[in-house]
């Protein structure tokens, strides 16, 4: 029973670090991660850095010898948020606000009305791209959660077998 207390109170340590991180902690200049070029590597650096000393402080309150797994986090991070945010990536997909998607809507049906297939492709693609925009956040979200599942489980095996 301890071991699963131990792990539960691990899976919320790390959904309350990953809120605070990707949130309130993720500032202006942090998402300059969004930006093309090369100017996003100080602010993604920044986020996934924030995202590392968390997982660095509790490595070192539970297995100090662990605390290269805050490395690990830290490239995953950094990696799968330039996945998801990179212009010529993922993040060339956009939401579209409640608004937007009543407008795409509307325009797609009058579109269809006047046999506009131009108009019709192009509302298609708008509502396409939406589609794909929550897939890759939902991509996102996955990676995050299997890597503080890899380090809840390297923190689990230290502490149940003592390596």
């Not at 297939?117 to 929550?134: C, P």
């Not at 599942?149 to 149940?160: E, P």
């Amino acid at each position: 029973m301890e071991v699963a207390s131990f792990i539960f109170a691990l899976l919320i340590f790390f959904q309350i670090k990953h809120f605070l991180a990707d949130y309130p902690l993720q500032n202006s200049f942090m998402l300059g991660k969004f930006k093309p070029g090369w100017d996003f590597v100080l602010p993604l650096v920044a986020h996934a850095g924030v995202h590392a000393v968390f997982t660095f402080g509790l490595c070192l309150f539970v297995a100090p010898h662990l605390w290269w797994l805050a490395l690990v986090d830290f490239v995953v991070h950094f990696i799968m948020d330039r996945v998801k945010a990179g212009p010529k990536y993922l993040g060339r997909y956009k939401a579209l606000s409640a608004n937007e998607f009543r407008n795409v809507m509307q325009n797609r049906h009058i579109a269809f009305l006047q046999s506009d297939q131009q108009g019709i492709n192009e509302e298609n693609a708008k509502l396409k791209g939406n589609v794909h925009f929550w897939w890759a956040l939902g991509l996102d979200q996955m990676v995050h959660h299997v890597t503080h599942y890899y380090i809840i489980f390297a923190l689990t095996m230290d502490k149940v077998i003592g390596c």
